[in-house]
């Protein structure tokens, strides 16, 4: 995000981000982004054409985090699915308005940067053994765990932690 983004820009996404965290993407406009800002609305569009482009850059920045966050679960644990998706989880959970943002719609592939998609998926492809079926299936099986989490679908008294560890064994025996 650092290279693309004038300074202005990136406090303009930040701003989005902190209305988004919290929030919720009902509340993410360009009127009360401009309100948080202290500005009119309309010099918001000196730098984003409209809020679908502030939203692409709020999806390139969870990409982003997720790399990081993998790449660091990956460096501390090579090889372990169990330390990448306990990594996703936590990140997820930690940013549940910015996940859905990022997740619950068609992702903006034309404009994010170039390999960025490629970046936050490595890791996990790599801890797959370059198995891209089988690294499909583990994403789909965390985000799915992790969505339903967001949105409080499992009883209260459901042990996710033991759901996880059982659903990654089924998925990497």
Do not use: N
């Amino acid at each position: 995000m650092a290279d693309r983004l004038t300074p202005r820009a990136r406090e303009i996404v930040t701003a989005a981000r902190d209305l988004l965290e919290e929030s919720g993407a009902a509340h993410l406009t360009m009127r009360t982004l401009a309100d948080r800002l202290g500005i009119k609305a309309p010099s918001l569009y000196k730098h984003f054409p409209d809020k679908q482009a502030v939203e692409v850059e709020l999806v390139a920045l969870l990409l982003t985090e997720t790399a990081e966050t993998l790449e660091a679960a990956e460096a501390r644990a090579p090889g372990s699915l169990e330390a990448l998706a306990g990594a996703y989880r936590d990140h997820a959970l930690a940013h549940p308005h910015l996940y859905r943002l990022a997740t619950e719609r068609p992702l903006p592939r034309a404009a994010l940067p170039a390999g960025l998609e490629d970046r936050a998926a490595l890791p996990l492809l790599r801890t797959c053994a370059d198995d891209m079926d089988l690294a499909r299936a583990v994403w789909a099986f965390a985000h799915g765990m992790v969505i339903l989490e967001i949105h409080g679908r499992f009883p209260a008294d459901a042990d996710l932690d033991a759901a996880w560890k059982r659903g990654l064994a089924a998925l990497h025996a």
